[in-house]
């Protein structure tokens, strides 16, 4: 993938897209900047359903993708591959190197999800995360993009109040493979008799470099305003990372309106008024903390994607919820978020940008409709409770009959 400031963007990601009312949308801008490839009449896809509620949600998704391409004369091969707890039962490995290969020569790659009790008592080496680590090194999977939009047909479903959440549309840009969840030296020493832990913050010019070009193309293609979240105050690390942003945000993105702000500070102001964001830029631990903040102002894990995004080479786009054991195999998952992260995958790998508009605008019809899975019913809210399979459909009904809007690059 390549960034560049060329091209502007509308949609999930934009302040003036999906979950507007359609009626007042005009022509959306898209970005192609960001593509793992240029537009084409046949994709090879690779899929990971994983475990847990993963092949139900996946399922559901494969409709609505099958429908789509019917419908608008393009082709995606949508190959299987395992990851997870199901990759240790039938391989012994969280993720094979076939499915590495596989994922590798793809153009991109739907991932639902990972992970169940029957594999919680694993050694680290056959844990499902592990799978999903080494799927990160080894495809330098460096961005990991959170879009936290609140949804007006679910407000209330927010723990905070109406007029705090309401308009909320926050992107936050998380580097996901440095930090000091990968710093080196670290462990446990005996230290004067006692035991000891430590690990290394740390973070060089080119990482935090390349993580701030992804931020500043993706501000400029939302509200235009970045804030750079750090510790610049007590850490060294953090006050490279501070001097580094603002280079190459001055000198690259002059459209960009840069901030900074520390990360307690940062954790504070997003439930006192998260309004004030449009896209956050921070290190990787910062981010974990800050992204999962972020998406509980939307109220619904069901709902939120994710994309996880490289140099170069297919991404990986997943739903932020974990595998759901609680309700595997019962019809009851929300797909909406894996739809969701395939209308990422459309947009940021696959040069499909009308195609992920429709998706969106989709999901927010099935909403307009009162159809609601158990996660996002509210009692008394009127509404009718489907399944995944019937969510599922849904979707794909009104991908096939909707009106597709002009989309256009600038
Ligand atoms: P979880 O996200 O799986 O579930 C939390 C709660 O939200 C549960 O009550 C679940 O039923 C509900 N939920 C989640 N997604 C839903 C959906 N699409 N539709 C309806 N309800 C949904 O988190 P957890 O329970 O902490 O973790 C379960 C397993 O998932 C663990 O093994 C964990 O390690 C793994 N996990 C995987 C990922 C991933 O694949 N990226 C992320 C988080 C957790």
Same mark, same amino acid.
């Given at each position: 993938?390549?960034?560049?400031?060329?091209?502007t963007?509308?949609?999930?990601?934009?302040?003036?897209?999906?979950?507007?009312?359609?009626?007042?949308?005009?022509?959306?801008s898209?970005?192609?900047s960001?593509?793992?490839?240029?537009?084409?009449?046949?994709?090879?896809?690779?899929?990971?359903?994983?475990?847990?509620?993963?092949?139900?949600?996946?399922?559901?998704?494969?409709?609505?993708?099958?429908?789509?391409?019917?419908?608008?004369?393009?082709?995606?091969?949508?190959?299987?591959a395992?990851?997870?707890?199901?990759?240790?039962?039938?391989?012994?490995?969280?993720?094979?190197?076939?499915?590495?290969?596989?994922?590798?020569?793809?153009?991109?790659?739907?991932?639902?999800?990972?992970?169940?009790?029957?594999?919680?008592?694993?050694?680290?080496?056959?844990?499902?995360?592990?799978?999903?680590?080494?799927?990160?090194?080894?495809?330098g999977?460096?961005a990991?993009?959170?879009?936290?939009?609140?949804?007006?047909?679910?407000?209330?479903?927010?723990?905070?109040?109406?007029?705090?959440?309401?308009?909320?549309?926050?992107?936050?840009?998380?580097?996901?493979?440095?930090?000091?969840?990968?710093g080196?030296?670290?462990?446990?020493?005996?230290?004067?008799?006692?035991?000891?832990?430590?690990?290394?913050?740390?973070?060089?010019?080119?990482?935090?470099e390349?993580?701030?070009?992804?931020?500043?193309?993706?501000?400029?293609?939302?509200?235009?305003?970045?804030?750079?979240?750090?510790?610049? /105050?007590?850490?060294?690390?953090?006050?490279?990372?501070?001097?580094?942003?603002?280079?190459?945000?001055?000198?690259?993105?002059?459209?960009?309106?840069?901030?900074?702000?520390?990360?307690?500070?940062?954790?504070?102001?997003?439930?006192?008024?998260?309004?004030q964001?449009?896209?956050?830029?921070?290190? /990787?631990?910062f981010?974990?903390?800050?992204?999962?903040?972020?998406?509980?102002?939307?109220?619904?894990?069901?709902?939120?994607?994710?994309?996880?995004?490289?140099?170069?080479?297919?991404?990986?786009?997943?739903?932020?919820?974990?595998?759901?054991?609680?309700?595997?195999?019962e019809?009851?998952?929300?797909?909406?978020?894996?739809?969701?992260?395939?209308?990422?995958?459309?947009?940021?790998?696959?040069?499909?940008?009308?195609?992920a508009?429709?998706?969106?605008?989709?999901?927010?019809a099935?909403?307009?409709?009162?159809?609601?899975?158990?996660?996002?019913?509210?009692?008394?809210?009127?509404?009718?409770?489907?399944?995944?399979?019937e969510?599922?459909?849904?979707?794909?009904?009104?991908?096939?009959?909707?009106?597709?809007?002009?989309?256009?690059?600038?």
């Amino acid at each position: 993938m390549k960034f560049s400031t060329a091209l502007t963007v509308a949609s999930i990601f934009s302040t003036a897209s999906a979950f507007t009312p359609s009626s007042l949308r005009t022509p959306v801008s898209v970005a192609t900047s960001l593509n793992a490839v240029s537009k084409k009449d046949s994709y090879d896809i690779t899929l990971l359903p994983g475990d847990g509620i993963g092949p139900e949600i996946t399922e559901a998704t494969k409709k609505v993708l099958q429908v789509l391409c019917k419908r608008q004369g393009f082709t995606m091969n949508l190959n299987e591959a395992l990851i997870g707890g199901c990759a240790i039962d039938a391989a012994n490995d969280p993720f094979p190197q076939e499915s590495l290969d596989q994922c590798l020569a793809s153009d991109s790659v739907l991932l639902a999800c990972i992970g169940g009790y029957k594999w919680d008592a694993n050694p680290r080496e056959l844990r499902p995360e592990t799978g999903l680590l080494k799927m990160r090194k080894e495809m330098g999977l460096f961005a990991n993009l959170r879009p936290a939009k609140v949804i007006d047909q679910l407000i209330d479903a927010s723990t905070l109040k109406r007029e705090v959440v309401e308009g909320v549309d926050v992107m936050v840009v998380r580097e996901l493979t440095g930090d000091v969840y990968f710093g080196e030296p670290k462990g446990i020493d005996v230290i004067n008799g006692e035991r000891v832990g430590y690990n290394n913050m740390i973070y060089s010019e080119s990482e935090i470099e390349r993580i701030a070009r992804v931020a500043g193309d993706v501000a400029s293609k939302r509200g235009g305003k970045l804030c750079s979240v750090d510790k610049a /105050n007590v850490l060294d690390v953090s006050q490279l990372w501070r001097d580094v942003v603002t280079d190459v945000i001055s000198k690259d993105f002059s459209d960009v309106e840069l901030s900074h702000m520390y990360v307690d500070n940062c954790a504070m102001q997003l439930i006192r008024w998260p309004k004030q964001f449009d896209t956050i830029v921070c290190g /990787n631990i910062f981010g974990d903390i800050l992204s999962d903040e972020a998406s509980m102002l939307v109220g619904s894990l069901g709902m939120l994607p994710s994309a996880s995004i490289g140099e170069s080479g297919p991404g990986v786009f997943e739903p932020i919820h974990g595998s759901a054991p609680d309700i595997a195999g019962e019809n009851k998952a929300n797909p909406l978020a894996m739809i969701l992260s395939a209308a990422m995958m459309l947009k940021y790998d696959l040069d499909r940008p009308a195609e992920a508009l429709l998706l969106e605008e989709a999901v927010e019809a099935v909403l307009e409709k009162g159809l609601r899975t158990a996660d996002i019913k509210q009692d008394g809210d009127g509404c009718e409770l489907i399944g995944c399979v019937e969510m599922g459909e849904a979707i794909a009904e009104l991908v096939e009959s909707m009106e597709i809007k002009d989309v256009v690059a600038v």
